[in-house]
Every structure is written in C-alpha cells, then in structure tokens.
C-alpha cells in the first residue's frame, strides 16, 4: 500500500528555467512533510520541509506547497541549476504511534541541461 | 567530518552467510534508524531506536536484529542472509523521537549470491 505517491519518475528541465516536482499522499494523518535529495551512491539529504498547519516554506532557490485538501505537494526548485540534478524523494511522517517514521515516495530523477 | 558513518560501503556475500553493518552519528542524536532500499528504490523503515531502547520493528523477519551498544551506535546484524536482501541499507537519525527531520548515512549496498 504506496501512501506516498510520486507519479513522476524522471523530469527533465533546462538550466534557468523552474523545476516542479510532484507528491501525493493517501493517509490524512501525515502532518509533516520533507523533501529529500539524493546524489549516486551517497545517502539522502534533507532539503526542505513544511507542517501541515501551513502551505507554503520558502529556503532559498526551494519552495513546497501543500495542498492539504487534495493531499498534494510540489517543489519548485526556481532557478534550476545542473547541480540540482538528482533523485528527489518526498516523504511524510504523521505523530501518535508513528513517531520518527518517515514513509517515502518512490522518488523523481530531475535532470538538469546546461 | 561525516555527521552519519556507515560501514562498509560494499558487502558481497553467500546465501547462507551472517553479515553485520554499523552505523555510527556523530551529531549528538537520541533516535536512530535502519531503512531498506529495494530495487524498486523504495526507502522503507526497518528499525528506530530511541536511547538505546527498540521503538519501531516493521514486521522485518527476525533473521534481521538490530543492536544499539549506546545512542551515537545502531548496528545491524542478518543471519542466514538470502538472495531478497540485496539491497542497499541506510542508516540514519534524529535529535529525538518528535523532531521528523532525519538525516541519513551514504548508505551499504549488501549484494546476496
């Protein structure tokens, strides 16, 4: 039972131009959200994160929306840069009995063109 | 200076063998995690552990037992290791149980023959 859901698995964008990369989840009980990235043979990185109890975080070049109505959300990642290119993993925690467990999506392997 | 340390990074092995991964955090953390990458490149939670102490087992066969000598150290040990664990294994933590941000190791690709 997938309750995160990246439909996406690979997007291409040129350099300069805005990266939106796609999550879905099933289970109304995430209240947290995270972003993650992951270079080749290294472990995930946290990039950005963003509560239920709001819609949007902004760090820099990244930004997440959520949508909780729709139970989505996006990452812009504005502007792209070759850098960028990865693998971007979503993943959502929600508290009670499932404390420090993060459930991931499948991931979405952005490439960036110079 | 690496804040989550796994090793190995490489583990080839027998069908059959027992096998151990340690992980080591160096950021000061109460909780610690073991996660499974499948081939489908799934990052699924097997184990956390808070001060030492088991909080999350997520039905993994008990051929898989964790260990936690202190709260900087979560090894993993297989026994009997079959041709389904091929997977890489990623360690990883957080301060404690209620901060969701975690922050993961580079990872043990575990290869099964």
């Known amino acids: 039972d997938q309750q995160v859901k990246q439909n996406s698995p690979s997007l291409s964008v040129q350099e300069g131009r805005i990266s939106i990369l796609n999550c879905d989840y099933t289970n109304s009980m995430f209240d947290y959200f995270l972003w993650y990235k992951k270079y080749p043979a290294e472990g995930p990185t946290f990039l950005i994160s963003i509560s239920s109890i709001k819609d949007k975080n902004e760090d820099g070049r990244f930004t997440v929306f959520l949508n909780k109505s729709a139970k989505h959300l996006s990452l812009h990642i504005v502007p792209s840069q070759p850098g960028d290119s990865a693998v971007y993993f979503c993943?959502?925690?929600?508290?009670?009995?499932?404390?420090?467990?993060?459930?991931f999506g499948q991931g979405t392997i952005l490439t960036v063109h110079p | 200076d690496t804040a989550v340390s796994q090793t190995p990074k490489y583990l080839v092995t027998q069908m059959g063998n027992d096998k151990s991964i340690k992980c080591e955090q160096n950021?000061?953390?109460?909780?610690m995690y073991w996660y499974k990458q499948d081939s489908k490149k799934f990052l699924k939670i097997m184990f956390s552990?808070?001060?030492?102490?088991?909080?999350i087992n997520e039905t993994v066969p008990n051929r898989f037992s964790p260990k936690s000598p202190d709260k900087a150290h979560l090894n993993l040990h297989i026994n009997s290791l079959e041709l389904g664990d091929s997977a890489v294994y990623f360690c990883?933590?957080?301060?404690?149980?209620?901060?969701?941000?975690?922050?993961f190791g580079p990872g043990t690709r575990l290869t099964v023959l």
């Open positions: 552990y808070n001060n030492k102490e088991l909080i």
């Open positions: 993943a959502a925690s929600g508290g009670g009995t499932s404390y420090g467990k993060l459930t």
């Open positions: 990883a933590s957080s301060q404690d149980l209620s901060t969701d941000t975690q922050y």
């Open positions: 950021l000061g953390h109460d909780t």
